[in-house]
């Protein structure tokens, strides 16, 4: 039986219905709130809800498992939840390897992020998977997060632990238009008019779950993987998406200090109870250009082919388009 992590969340769904449609085995891990009727309706998917910082929860779902796939995380740029994700991510990391090693799993899949890879202090440089860690302004809580729950899977590669790491850029597709990267569709709906010339990697969540699932399979194991299907700026994702909602593209280009404002008020309106837009994270990654290189990913799969983020992009709009009443 394999076993999913954050099975709920964006990416985990995803995998979840692939791995069910391929006729796999599956327990689906759960936090709090039990997944929509859609998903426990998949079937060989046996939901399980866990706390992955219980080690009797971590201990009892890695039981009869071969395989592990570890997607889940705690995804924040507020302030206020810093500690707590800095806490989670590398503790759950740590429960799963050790319960891996313990249990002899065949083989772990850890999904990280760009976030948690170095960044190079020359922009026009592409990052790999080779650049270290370092201080930058332009590191996240996030991302530091992320970063020390690798060096846990490093750890148990170390104790003779199979597995794999992956670096995906920003996840694209259909989920919670009210949170995550969804959320950017309902920005573009309501034809958000500033933009910026950042520039990060992207990649559609249907890529993400298949190379998730053909590095499982495969034999490679301690190495990690960025995965991006290209750089791009924000202001070409966010110009794609209004042209595929049929809205007007943003046209306004937010300076730094037009941007600095505008994360200052979100904090106000985070003490009048309201979620900020753009905190102040979100708004220095708008604003940084990082450029990710791919090809090792390529070179590991040579039959994987990335989606065209534009057709993902129309992908979404179909369907937010479909969910507005």
């Excluded at 779950?209 to 070409?236: D, F, H, K, P, V």
């Excluded at 937010?254 to 109870?273: C, D, F």
Aim: a neutral charge.
């Amino acid at each position: 039986m394999i076993l999913v992590t954050g099975a709920s969340g964006f990416l985990g769904q995803h995998l979840v219905r692939l791995l069910s449609a391929q006729g796999e085995k599956v327990r689906a891990l759960y936090h709090s709130h039990a997944p929509a009727s859609a998903l426990t309706s998949l079937p060989g998917i046996q939901w399980h809800k866990a706390d992955l910082l219980d080690v009797y929860d971590v201990a009892e779902a890695v039981t009869g498992i071969t395989k592990i796939y570890h997607c889940a995380a705690m995804v924040s740029f507020l302030p206020q939840m810093q500690e707590q994700m800095l806490h989670f991510n590398p503790e759950s990391t740590t429960n799963i390897v050790n319960e891996a090693l313990e249990q002899n799993i065949e083989k772990l899949v850890y999904v990280s992020s760009v976030a948690a890879i170095g960044r190079s202090e020359l922009e026009t440089k592409a990052i790999t998977e080779e650049e270290q860690w370092g201080e930058s302004k332009y590191n996240s809580a996030y991302g530091l997060s992320k970063y020390l729950a690798e060096t846990e899977v490093w750890r148990g590669i170390g104790e003779g632990l199979n597995a794999v790491i992956v670096n995906p850029g920003i996840i694209l597709g259909e989920g919670d238009w009210n949170k995550g990267s969804a959320e950017l569709m309902k920005i573009a709906y309501k034809e958000f008019p500033f933009y910026t010339n950042g520039v990060t990697g992207w990649v559609d969540v249907k890529d993400v779950a298949a190379i998730l699932q053909q590095l499982m399979e495969s034999t490679t194991t301690g190495e990690r993987y960025i995965i991006s299907s290209g750089n791009y700026t924000y202001r070409e994702i966010f110009t794609q998406m209004a042209k595929a909602l049929g809205k007007k593209p943003p046209k306004f280009e937010a300076s730094s200090l037009m941007t600095g404002i505008v994360w200052r008020l979100g904090r106000i309106s985070q003490l009048l109870g309201k979620k900020p837009v753009i905190t102040k994270e979100t708004a220095s990654n708008a604003r940084s250009k990082s450029i990710y290189n791919n090809e090792k990913l390529l070179k590991a799969l040579p039959e994987f082919k990335y989606t065209p983020i534009e057709e993902t992009i129309n992908r979404m709009a179909t369907v937010f388009l479909s969910s507005i009443p």
